[in-house]
């Protein structure tokens, strides 16, 4: 019986690792795509408005990008990029205890009228008028509900979150710690969003 | 005459040169994705929920709404202690009541006039502080920033990410509300002596407002 003898030296299949290289090309560039979409998605509706971090370094980085996992106060300018125009505090809040985007808690806030604007003059107010005041009312009431549902025990796990623009005045955010302190140990940890610093 | 023969006019492809190109690119876009990351990245900076009792800081930060602030730490206690001592003996024939107003006077004097440093000075402050902690990885501070209510926030927050950069993490901080009004109102500062975890007598200043 005669037997082929085989080539022991095959030839490197080039068009199988030309494949393979280009699903990786077309994957990074899938990817790249996407990142940049994330970062200038405050176009679309899905997504709340961009606002203008503090800058910090050394700080933990936040485990998912736009997840909301705990309760999270954010504030804003009423009008983007206006300094001058009125404060409005927005809660963030997961859904039913799952974890959301940012985007959805944002429309859920909206939806639910979990928004609330500071009165002009608030600076100028005294504590027991400030404390009173509706943005603050609502900040009360939503840590006080939250706290009732989510922290049933004293952690270290159990924080309040806030993503406030950087010349937001000390003044509200006081305030949220303040609230936040009537629970003592149960909210041992107030955290502040901010953004890292870029390296290009 | 001798002609060259015709050139083959299907020519391969060549492989190794397009290899090298798809690499490149490939490594240019795998850059290209971490930068892009890299840039639009949310942190989390954690502040302590304030308390509101009696506290004990090493280091207490008062800001003021012109930028410039108060530094209180062991030099402040330090010369307070002196100028008690002083009073103390002038002083001796008033009442224990007066003595005590007297020497607060005296110190709330000393404090801000010695205390307040400029805006600029701020960062030269800190990282002397960071340097002596950064020795010494056993040593622990509590720093506590005090700020008015119309300070935009991100001035603490670039104080505290700085205290946060310590490179055993032994900088702590918290930061409440107040201004300089409530120490310069203050009914009583007094240096109080107290035993510190080693077991060693500090003298501790001690603000009441």
Redesign the interface.
Known sequence: MAFKKQNELHDLEFPSLIDVIFLLLIFFLVTMQFSITTDTAHQTSTKPPDIQLPLAEGSENVAMDDIISTLLFQIQYKEKNNPNSPRLVYVLEPFNGDSISRGEAFMIAKRDSLFAEFPQNFLKMKDQEFKNTTACRLISNAIFQYKAEHFHKPSIENTVEIRAEANVEFKIINYIMQECSAYKDTIPRVIFRTLAKTRG | MAFRTKENSFRKVQ?VS??DM??I??VF??V??T??????????????????ERGRAQIVIQLLNNGNFLWLDDHATAQISKVMDTIEKNYSYLSPSELNRKKTEEALSILLKKNIFRKDQMEGKLKHLLKIADSDPSSHYFVLLR????????E???I??KL??AKYQNVLYG???GRLDDIKNSQNVKVVIEKDKNGRRRENLQIDF
């Open positions: 492989l397009l290899i798809i690499f690119l490939l876009f795998m290209t994705v930068v892009v990351r890299l840039t639009i990245k949310e942190q989390k900076l954690p502040v302590p929920t304030p308390i509101s700020s008015p209510d119309e300070i935009p926030y991100y603490i927050i670039n505290m990410q946060n950069s930061c409440v509300g």
